[in-house]
Nanobody
């Protein structure tokens, strides 16, 4: 069973930065896409960004483009989400996901493995 461990959430003021990390505990899984999703209170979960591990190809949502960057550590199955110029609307629980089920788009939510989530709060 693959376990995803997220870290790096916290509380920041608008304009601040945070870096989220997600590490997969095992490497014997279908190493295709890893992604970040978020869910704010009362809202549906939404895809933030995804990275194709073999090539580094990235998809990201237009709402975070230019502010957030997804990247990977080539040495292990770790992805990061560097979040700059944070806004109150970015406040949400952020989840890491891995192993996209074939035939689904990166932001469909159809992943086999999910982390427990890390809270990001942006307020003054």
């Amino acid at each position: 069973q693959v376990q995803l461990a997220e870290s790096g959430g916290g509380s920041v003021q608008p304009g601040g930065s945070l870096r989220l990390s997600c590490t997969a505990s095992k490497v014997t899984y279908n190493r295709n896409w890893m992604a970040w999703f978020r869910q704010a209170p009362g809202k549906e979960r939404e895809g933030v960004a995804a990275l194709y591990l073999p090539s580094g190809f990235v998809y990201d949502d237009v709402s975070i483009r230019g502010r957030f960057t997804i990247s990977q550590d080539g040495a292990d199955d770790t992805i990061y989400l560097q979040m700059n110029n944070l806004k109150p609307d970015d406040t949400a629980m952020y989840y890491c996901a891995a192993d996209l089920i074939a035939g689904n788009s990166w932001n469909s939510g159809e992943y086999n493995y999910w982390g427990q989530g890390t809270q990001v709060t942006v307020s003054s």
